[in-house]
């Protein structure tokens, strides 16, 4: 996926305060996320209990195969041919455009990698899930595959 990015990359300055670097420095951090995949079902709207709103859609990726990677025909079989990741949208625009979309359809994901803490049956629990910053519907439903 071809696009322009622009990202946040901080570390601290001489203060030891988190301050603006160069895309060249080694301590900065970056968490950068594009994705393009089909859409499994449509994105559900969910009222989390703090009264925030926010919409959660799963994206099914299909896994480039690893070069010089020999498999033995037994085991090709076995292995994930795709991955399904969790897009959370927490702004009103990105769920707004998530819940226009549809089962099927073929989307474009920016955002970041993010790991939300939640209480659970079993107690604290986490779970890593894409925070989308943009997202749009590429084409819609394939008429067949994936």
Known sequence: MATSRSSTRTSPTASGRPGRSSPDDPVSGRNEVALRGRLATEAE???LPSGDLIAVLRLVVPREPVAGRRRAPVEATR?????????VCWTAAARRTAMRL??????????????????????RQS????????????SGKASGGT
């Open 45 to 47: 709207e969910r009222e």
């Open 79 to 87: 292995r994930a041919t795709v991955d399904t990741i969790d897009v």
């Open 102 to 123: 549809r089962g099927g359809d073929l989307v474009e994901v920016e955002g970041a990698l993010r790991r939300r803490f939640f209480g659970g049956p079993a107690g």
């Open 127 to 138: 779970r890593y899930e894409v925070e989308a910053a943009a997202l749009r519907r590429v």
